[in-house]
């Protein structure tokens, strides 16, 4: 288990939490950190994040025009995907005030980058995300949070270096919604199944928290969704 720091600030009262000014959170399991200066909202440091679906751990370098056109040829190679398919799964995080919309997903994604888990009868799906950040504290919800089958053994979350592709499909990657930032940012995730299925069970995984200095801890968060059927 990785262990993250982050710090956060909230305007007016803190309710629950019972304090003012910056407090300090230690999330198991997180992929970032987040720091604040005097009396503005967080600013995130974003720390080594794995590359997620069949690809090893590390940081995600950013990719070439040569691999971005690469992608764009893995994109347009092979079967298309399936016709979207709506959701309509709406996540509400009440500790940190965040709500997570899973609108929409493909299925059946041609892909060069992750053609291999492909061949061995898995599958790479697309998925819809809109958020609504709260505003009480500062981090971002990331695309890491995104897992697919949690809790069982090929368990795996968001595969990043499949965002050339996402891009080359004409489609907008989901970069981050900063809570500092406010607004309604959207875009498209990858997942990676090992092996496809009618169905799968998803979920957005926002670790558990320690605010530093106190016994106060926010707990993990999980919501789970369902990815239908193509």
Same mark, same amino acid.
């Given at each position: 288990?990785?262990t993250?720091?982050?710090?956060?600030?909230?305007?007016?009262?803190?309710?629950a939490?019972?304090?003012?000014?910056?407090?300090?959170?230690?999330?198991?399991?997180g992929?970032?950190?987040?720091?604040?200066?005097?009396e503005?909202?967080?600013?995130?440091?974003?720390a080594e994040?794995?590359?997620?679906?069949?690809?090893d751990?590390?940081?995600?370098?950013?990719?070439?025009?040569?691999?971005?056109?690469?992608a764009?040829?893995?994109a347009?190679?092979?079967?298309?995907?399936?016709a979207?398919?709506?959701v309509? #799964?709406?996540?509400r995080?009440e500790?940190l005030?965040?709500?997570?919309?899973?609108?929409?997903?493909l299925r059946d994604?041609?892909?060069?980058?992750?053609?291999?888990?492909?061949e061995?009868?898995?599958?790479?799906i697309?998925?819809?995300?809109a958020?609504?950040?709260?505003?009480?504290?500062g981090?971002?919800?990331?695309?890491?949070d995104?897992?697919?089958?949690?809790?069982?053994?090929?368990e795996?979350?968001?595969?990043l270096?499949?965002?050339?592709?996402?891009?080359?499909?004409?489609?907008?990657a989901?970069?981050? #919604?900063?809570?500092?930032?406010?607004?309604?940012?959207?875009?498209?995730?990858?997942?990676v199944?090992e092996?496809?299925?009618?169905?799968?069970?998803?979920?957005?995984?926002?670790?558990?928290?320690k605010v530093?200095?106190?016994?106060?801890?926010?707990?993990?968060?999980?919501?789970?969704?369902?990815?239908?059927?193509?």
């Open positions: 288990m990785t993250t720091t982050a710090r956060l600030t909230r305007r007016g009262a803190l309710g939490l019972g304090a003012l000014g910056v407090l300090g959170l230690t999330a198991c399991g992929s970032g950190s987040v720091t604040t200066g005097g503005g909202r967080g600013t995130t440091e974003p994040k794995g590359t997620g679906g069949s690809d751990g590390g940081a995600t370098p950013a990719p070439s025009e040569d691999e971005t056109s690469d764009a040829e893995g347009s190679a092979g079967a298309g995907p399936s979207e398919l709506p309509g #799964a709406e996540l995080d500790a005030g965040d709500t997570i919309t899973i609108v929409s997903v994604v041609a892909t060069e980058r992750q053609a291999r888990a492909v061995r009868g898995g599958e790479v697309y998925v819809q995300v958020a609504t950040p709260g505003t009480q504290y981090g971002s919800i990331t695309p890491s995104f897992h697919i089958n949690p809790g069982q053994p090929d795996d979350n968001t595969t270096t499949l965002e050339p592709e996402i891009t080359a499909a004409g489609l907008t989901f970069d981050s #919604a900063p809570r500092r930032d406010g607004g309604n940012p959207s875009g498209w995730i990858a997942l199944a092996k496809r299925k009618d169905t799968y069970t998803a979920a957005y995984i926002r670790p558990e928290a530093l200095g106190k016994d106060t801890v926010i707990p993990e968060f999980r919501g789970e969704f369902t990815i239908p059927a193509a």
